[in-house]
């Protein structure tokens, strides 16, 4: 037997012991806990704003979640006249879709791309990256902490987390 194990071994091993009933170690984060960053969370979620939208995202092979969001945000601010100001998005990932809220290190160092199945589009190989996360958007075509005034601009049909997230969509993991 190899007297080193490998990262991937270790998970499968200590998966096998919780789910064999022995406690596994987790660090509840509580409100008080300052990793928590309890008040910026709370003057996100608890601002005043007219329009409220939680989407559930549990498994990461439903990508579509992107496009519901950003019809959402462009259906209320172009066809509703809703400020953008005025409206709130909440993404809940969990389950597989947690992945997506990893960085492009962890993609590559735990090899998500194959424990998902996820390829990436440019190589059609199993993704190292996180595909969802990095916009196309130049960050020189916009005006930091305003929109775009052309409605036909990218901006506005960004699908990634990162342009999403540009127009204060917040994303939990």
């Known amino acids: ?18 789910a064999g009933g022995t406690a596994a170690w987790a660090h509840d ?21 007219q329009v409220r939208q939680v989407y559930q995202w549990p498994n990461i092979a439903n990508a579509i979640v992107f496009a519901n969001i ?11 006249d809703i400020p953008p100001d005025q409206i709130q998005i909440v993404v809940q990932a969990y389950a ?6 990893y960085d492009d290190f962890i993609w590559e160092k735990y090899r ?12 059609n190989q199993p993704a190292t990256r996180n595909i ?18 052309d409605r036909g601009h990218p901006f506005f049909s960004d699908l990634s987390i990162e342009g999403l997230q540009r127009r204060t969509v917040l994303f939990l993991a």
Do not use: C
């Open 1 to 18: 037997m190899p007297t080193e194990l490998s990262r991937r071994t270790m998970i499968a091993l200590l998966g096998g012991t919780a």
């Open 29 to 49: 984060l509580r409100p008080d806990d300052p990793t928590y960053r309890f008040k910026e969370y709370e003057d996100i979620v608890n601002r005043n704003v």
């Open 70 to 80: 950003r019809n959402g945000l462009n259906g209320f601010q172009f066809s509703y």
């Open 96 to 101: 597989s879709a947690n992945a997506a809220t």
């Open 112 to 123: 998500w791309g194959e424990a998902l199945n996820v390829r990436d589009p440019a190589t």
């Open 132 to 149: 969802w996360y990095s916009t196309p958007v130049a960050h020189t075509t916009l005006t930091p902490g305003r929109q775009p005034d």
